[in-house]
């Protein structure tokens, strides 16, 4: 027979094992509930380093470039400014003609001075475009001045050429000024 005394006891314990259980496994609960709260964190955590890792790289990428073009291109406006004193010294040598006793000097002069200008151009990437009479016009790098109908040419021809062009690395600076023929296709 069963002694109440003992199934009362066995019953107090079985519920003290219970509650120690579910204790336990509330605790558990919690501690699983406190490390998926934290595995979120670090994952949370790992992408913003990701993010400022990959915007700290394309910062430096954009500034590299930002260096590179300042290098090429940033005498750009410097250059443009000396190219009316390159076209003058063109000038100045066609108008002298050839040289002469009276002139050689001088013409002398403004030639050393042409040469150390496009020598100075060179050296900082800028280099002329020189069109010829003749050559077929392309608005890419030549500028139409005016456009006249030539017997003999073509329409689309360079008939003159009134200044030229010049690159800044692989840039147009200007372009080169010329006159084309209008003559219509016969």
């Given amino acids: 027979m069963a002694d109440p005394e003992n199934d009362d006891f066995l019953d107090d314990i079985e519920s003290a094992e219970a509650e120690t259980y579910a204790d336990e ?19 949370s955590l790992k992408d913003k380093w ?4 990959a915007d700290a790289e394309n910062s430096r990428k954009r500034a590299d470039k930002q260096r590179r073009e300042a290098e090429a291109y940033g005498g750009a ?14 000038r100045a040598l066609d108008a002298a003609g050839e040289k002469t006793e009276a002139n050689a000097a001088l013409v002398e002069g403004v030639e050393l001075t042409m040469r150390e200008l496009v020598n ?3 050296k900082h990437g800028i280099e002329p ?27 689309g021809e ?14 147009l600076l200007r372009p080169a000024q010329v006159g084309v023929s209008s003559m219509p296709a016969s």
Avoid: C
């Avoid at 990701?50 to 890792?53: T, V």
């Fill in 50 to 53: 990701m993010r400022a890792l």
């Fill in 129 to 155: 475009i020189a069109p010829e009479v003749g050559d077929r016009f392309d608005p890419n790098i030549h500028e139409a001045m005016f456009e006249a109908p030539v017997p003999g040419t073509k329409a």
């Fill in 25 to 43: 496994l509330e605790e558990f609960s919690d501690e699983a509930m406190e490390i998926d709260a934290l595995r979120a964190e670090r994952d």
């Fill in 120 to 122: 100075t151009f060179k």
């Fill in 77 to 90: 406006k410097l250059a443009r400014d000396l190219l009316p004193i390159y076209d003058n010294l063109m």
């Fill in 158 to 171: 360079i008939i003159q050429v009134s200044a030229e062009g010049f690159w800044l690395s692989d840039r």
